[in-house]
């Protein structure tokens, strides 16, 4: 089958740009896909994706013409229905023949093969494989219509008819023309209202000639390029502003460096297709409005790249992404220099009007503003926090830590009363950090309010001192339990009040500090500051949101590496203390090194269902009701390690304590190969089922055993 390559484009208006990067590679790998489910692409067949802010193209290497005939085994019916007495066809299998083209047929040239407990019938044909035109006709419908479109226009169609604009289309934009050949060849396709040709659009000032003709489809990029300006891959654009953005930060020296930001630079080559990277500045004096607010307003507002010190510090230059290349740069330059000092103003404004308030005079204001409609008011949320945080750093530090902790949590929310929140939401906290330094509240204060939001997102630093720390803990943990309280709970991919993310926070928190708090009853004193806010009894929302967190770690430590049954056998046993998790993984790991390991691990499972089944039992053992020679050394064995196992399992060396363990593993084979547990006599039942409680008891300090069983 000989094969040549596709290339296919549609030509539309501007794309949005925060979905082009992926609009790009779908339309190529959805192509590819479609073609290869109708045999027209073969397996190898590779797929260029090319995307550019007003085209989608993709470019598949080894297209046939014609895709291959194909064999195909058709089931009709069972023999019994198909077939009367004499072996002649049935009025069902006649009618269903007709459906398939048959007109005349020969009974004897169906197959016969079973199908599951009866025999079938079955008509073997061949079928023609689809031409190009037709498959890539399909092809196209079908990747339009799976294409990730974050919003469907509708628009008209002009129409040869008296009616114009009778007829509408539905897309991500208005498309204008389709590109399609096989090599040097048109593919005859309509898609959008649309007949493709040769001919395509290169940039809208800047194109050598209009329209671009491409003689062959393995020219696209380098056509578009030399005759059109315009830089077709998303991936080669993404790169050449890139350099160009590096290229022109060394330039200017004093180790400078445009801010890394990967989705500013993702959108932004979503913005051009010929980009040219330019140096512009504003008057240093905005520099004293913290560098938070002018990068913000720079990066979102003007999509520009603010540069950095050698320092980290903002300097008072900035890079713009042109989409044209003029031989003087100075108009484009000072328009955007004139277009961003209004922005850098408005930032000023906010701070100056900001700083003429304290936020202590904006506590009372927090009132007015509604957190939630069954729990009440972000003032009332304040005071459940301030609460939270004390308990969380008495605990941790004392009356000290206590009181700066109750401090920054009264203010940390009053920040989101403030014009550069108000304009800025991105900024909460951060701001409040800088207002707090201004009223002269201290560092650490101004950092607890600053960090209460971290971690915001997986990755993110934790809060840098333990004031953050309390009440950033405090902050998560009322989100969490007033949400599972009040029933709003996470569904499926819906998770509005981020409670995930909040639950992963805690997680960080208390593991990675290793913090001296238990869990349960942080849940249970959070729950206490909700008052009448909540039903009274929080067993039920507080044991799903324990479930909920403990589900969150499960899957974190999954991805970093522990298998499943060495989470599992960690997390069955609910530790309270989540710094001691990874403490516990390790020990685990170690001792399913061992060689006892297994049968340990399956002697326990045994103990468990065994213990599962009678009422329970008091962990004792009387040595006079000691017989068999197996259960007496037995309990000689434990008696010798389990005490050394709890010494170390006390000490805080959970591999240790779990290696200790495997000195048992002898006497208990051998008490299960010699001893009847459940024996007739009471007393020598429950003394036998008092010594599998002690080993049980011992056996799963440090995680549950019995989950490492195969």
Not at 232 to 256: D, H, M, N, T, V
Not at 615 to 637: G, K, M, N, R
Not at 676 to 686: F, G, I, K, P, T
Request: some cysteine; hydrophobic content about 45%; overall charge negative.
């Amino acid at each position: 089958m000989s094969t040549q390559n596709l290339l296919v484009e549609l030509f539309v208006e501007e794309l949005p740009p925060k979905a082009l990067k992926k609009l790009g590679e779908a339309f190529a790998s959805q192509l590819l896909e479609q073609l290869q489910g109708q045999g027209l692409a073969v397996a190898d067949s590779v797929s260029t994706p090319f995307a550019t802010p007003r085209r989608l193209a993709a470019h598949i290497t080894q297209v046939a013409a014609k895709a291959a005939d194909r064999q195909v085994l058709q089931k009709l019916m069972p023999v019994s229905v198909g077939l009367n007495a004499q072996g002649q066809a049935t009025p069902a299998l006649t009618k269903k023949l007709l459906a398939l083209g048959l007109e005349v047929f020969c009974v004897e040239d169906l197959k016969r093969a079973p199908d599951g407990k009866a025999e079938a019938l079955f008509y073997d044909s061949r079928v023609a494989g689809a031409t190009l035109a037709d498959g890539l006709q399909k092809a196209l419908q079908e990747t339009l219509a799976k294409l990730p479109i974050p919003k469907v226009m509708s628009y008209q169609l002009e129409s040869d008819c008296e009616l114009p604009g009778w007829s509408s289309v539905n897309f991500v934009r208005p498309a204008h023309k389709l590109l399609a050949l096989h090599g040097a060849d048109v593919v005859p396709v309509e898609i959008l209202g649309l007949k493709s040709g040769r001919e395509t659009q290169g940039h809208r000032f800047e194109a050598r000639v209009s329209p671009v003709l491409l003689a062959h489809a393995d020219a696209y990029a380098d056509t578009l390029r030399d005759d059109g300006a315009v830089i077709a891959s998303f991936a080669a654009r993404r790169a050449e502003i890139a350099r160009q953005l590096a290229a022109a930060a060394q330039k200017i020296g004093g180790g400078c460096k445009p801010i890394e930001d990967d989705a500013l630079l993702d959108e932004v080559t979503g913005l051009v297709e010929r980009p040219n990277v330019l140096v512009c500045q504003f008057e240093p004096e905005f520099l004293e409005v913290p560098q938070e607010c002018l990068i913000l307003t720079m990066k979102a507002n003007q999509k520009y790249f603010p540069l950095l010190d050698a320092a980290g510090k903002l300097t008072h230059q900035f890079l713009v992404v042109s989409n044209i290349c003029p031989d003087d740069a100075s108009q484009v330059i000072g328009g955007n220099e004139r277009v961003v000092r209004p922005r850098l103003a408005d930032a000023k404004f906010f701070y100056d009007q900001d700083r003429k308030k304290t936020l202590a005079s904006r506590v009372a204001s927090l009132d007015k503003v509604v957190y939630h409609n069954k729990l009440g008011t972000q003032g009332e949320r304040v005071t459940r926090v301030r609460a939270i945080a004390k308990g969380i750093a008495q605990a941790l530090g004392g009356g000290a830590l206590t009181a700066q902790a109750d401090l920054a949590a009264q203010l940390a929310k009053t920040d989101l009363l403030t014009d550069m929140v108000g304009e800025f939401p991105e900024l909460q906290g951060i701001m409040g950090g800088y207002y707090a330094r201004h009223d002269g509240l201290g560092e650490d204060v101004a950092l607890a309010i600053e960090d209460h939001y971290k971690p915001r997102f997986a990755g993110d630093a934790l809060p840098r001192n333990t004031t953050g720390v309390a009440v950033a803990l405090a902050d998560k943990l009322e989100t969490l339990v007033g949400m599972f309280g009040s029933g709003n709970l996470p569904t499926g991919d819906k998770d509005p009040f981020a409670l995930r993310r909040h639950a992963l926070g805690v997680i960080r928190m208390l593991g990675e500090l290793s913090l001296a708090l238990d869990l349960q009853p942080l849940l249970q004193q959070a729950y206490a500051a909700f008052g009448d806010k909540l039903p009274a009894d929080g067993a039920a929302p507080l044991e799903a949101l324990a479930q909920f967190i403990y589900d969150r770690l499960a899957g974190s430590l999954r991805e970093q590496g522990f298998s499943a049954q060495e989470v599992d056998a960690v997390l069955a046993l609910r530790p309270q203390r989540l710094g001691e998790v990874g403490k516990r993984l390790s020990a685990v790991r170690a001792f399913a090194a061992l060689p006892e390991a297994a049968a340990l691990a399956a002697a326990n499972k045994r103990i468990a269902n065994i213990l599962k089944k009678v009422p329970p039992v008091d962990a004792h053992v009387s040595e006079l009701l000691l017989q068999e020679s197996a259960e007496v050394a037995l309990y000689a064995a434990v008696q010798t390690v389990v005490p050394q196992a709890n010494a170390l399992f006390d000490a805080g060396d959970y591999t240790a304590s779990l290696q200790a363990l495997a000195a048992l593993r002898a006497p208990v084979d051998a008490f299960f190969d010699g001893v009847m547990v459940n024996a007739e006599q009471l007393d020598l039942r429950l003394n036998r089922q008092g010594l599998l409680q002690i080993l049980h008891a011992a056996m799963n300090r440090v995680a549950d055993l019995s989950k490492l069983a195969a």
